[in-house]
């Protein structure tokens, strides 16, 4: 079975730059988180959406981010403009539904410069 | 505020070692407790602790969850070098649906 799918696996560009981040949920999971994760913070949950609805964005850093979840089947982190602080690694995760473990995609390494 | 605190943060063994890791917290209101591993890529999901005194077992890991005390402990028995990763706790909090993680314990299994 496919897990959860996330891309690109890498990616750098300079600040001031926008940034999109793209998640596939595995299929039949009705929830979808994004996760950063840092050395100094470890892994922090970004917002969730149940059925596609966004249920909890109070991990948010700022305005600069944003997420959609449009269908099922596929999600975008986007980040505009980019700052180097915003250098992590973000992953996506999903899960069946409640009280069932999430599963996380492989992530995404970004690098502000 | 919900906190999840995991000791040792670092620990290197040899192969063949039994380890053990802690992990305590304190929450609001506690639904579940969570185990992954992680090597270089995604947390790969261990195992998922409800109740009190009942042992998780699959292979060499086990794992076990105290709700009155607070805390779970992962054992590894039989250490190999493939074990070597970051091991996360996690809980997940009633009605929020989200995990709160900890710092993690990154181990290192030496042949």
């Known amino acids: 079975d496919a897990g959860v799918i996330q891309s690109p696996r890498h990616e750098v560009t300079e600040m001031g730059q926008e940034v999109t981040l793209r998640c596939k949920p595995i299929s039949g999971h009705n929830s979808l988180f994004w996760y950063r994760q840092t050395m100094m913070r470890g892994l922090e949950l970004l917002i969730y959406f149940n059925n596609n609805v966004p249920i909890d964005d109070s991990g948010m850093p700022e305005d600069r981010f944003s997420a959609k979840m449009p269908n099922a089947s596929f999600s975008t982190l986007k980040i505009q403009p980019s700052e180097p602080r915003d250098s992590a690694v973000y992953f996506c995760?999903?899960?069946?539904?409640?009280?069932?473990?999430?599963?996380f995609g492989d992530g995404t390494r970004l690098s502000i410069l | 505020e919900d906190k999840v605190v995991q000791s040792p943060l670092s620990l290197v063994v040899h192969e063949g070692d039994t380890v053990t890791l802690n992990c305590s917290y304190e929450?609001?209101?506690?639904?579940?407790l969570l185990w992954y591993k992680q090597e270089k890529k995604a947390p790969t999901f261990l195992f998922m602790l409800t109740s009190s005194g009942i042992e998780k077992k699959s292979g060499r890991l086990s794992s076990i969850l105290d709700k009155k005390e607070l805390f779970s402990i992962l054992n590894i028995t039989a250490t190999q070098t493939g074990d070597s990763a970051v091991y996360l706790c996690?809980?997940?909090?009633?009605?929020?649906?989200?995990?709160?993680f900890g710092q993690g314990t990154r181990l290192t299994i030496n042949p």
């Open positions: 929450v609001t209101n506690f639904r579940s």
């Open positions: 996690a809980v997940e909090i009633q009605g929020a649906q989200k995990l709160v």
């Open positions: 995760a999903s899960r069946e539904q409640g009280g069932e473990p999430q599963h």
